[in-house]
C-alpha cells in the first residue's frame, strides 16, 4: 500500500513533510524548499536541522508554510524560530518514550555486564 517517489516528486506532491533522521544529514536546500512550495507543513524530529537553515528561513518566511519541531529537531534554534507564528516547537524530544529509556537502560545494562564478564 506504499507508493516510493524519488524526492523532487515527492515534494511537489505532498502537503506535509515529516523528517526523522539521524545527526548531521541535510537532504533539503533551497532547490528542495523552493519545490516543496508554498502552503506547505514541515515536521522535524530529527536530531538536528535536516535541511539548509537559510533555505528553510527562506521557505519559512512565505505566507502559508508550517513548521513543527520538537527539542532535538529544532535544537540551538528555538529562540530565533520562536518569533514566528508559522513555527511550532517544544523543548519536549519526540523519540525519548518510555520503551526508548528501557531500551536504552537494557542495553547499558548488557554492556556493562559483558565489560565485567570479559574484565573478571
Do not use: M
Amino acid at each position: 500500500g506504499y507508493l516510493y517517489l524519488g524526492l523532487p516528486e515527492l515534494l511537489q506532491t505532498c502537503e506535509i513533510i515529516s523528517l526523522h533522521l539521524p545527526k548531521n544529514t541535510s537532504i533539503l536546500n533551497e532547490r528542495e524548499f523552493e519545490t516543496f512550495g508554498k502552503g506547505k507543513i514541515l515536521i522535524n524530529t530529527s536530531l538536528g536541522f535536516t535541511f539548509d537553515k537559510a533555505a528553510f528561513t527562506k521557505w519559512i518566511k512565505v505566507p502559508g508554510n508550517f513548521a513543527i519541531f520538537d527539542g532535538d529537531g529544532i535544537g540551538s534554534h528555538q529562540l530565533e524560530f520562536e518569533a514566528y507564528s508559522n513555527v511550532i516547537s517544544t523543548q519536549l524530544v519526540s523519540g525519548w518514550t518510555k520503551e526508548a529509556k528501557e531500551r536504552l537502560s537494557r542495553k547499558v545494562l548488557s554492556n556493562l555486564k559483558d565489560f565485567v564478564n570479559t574484565a573478571g
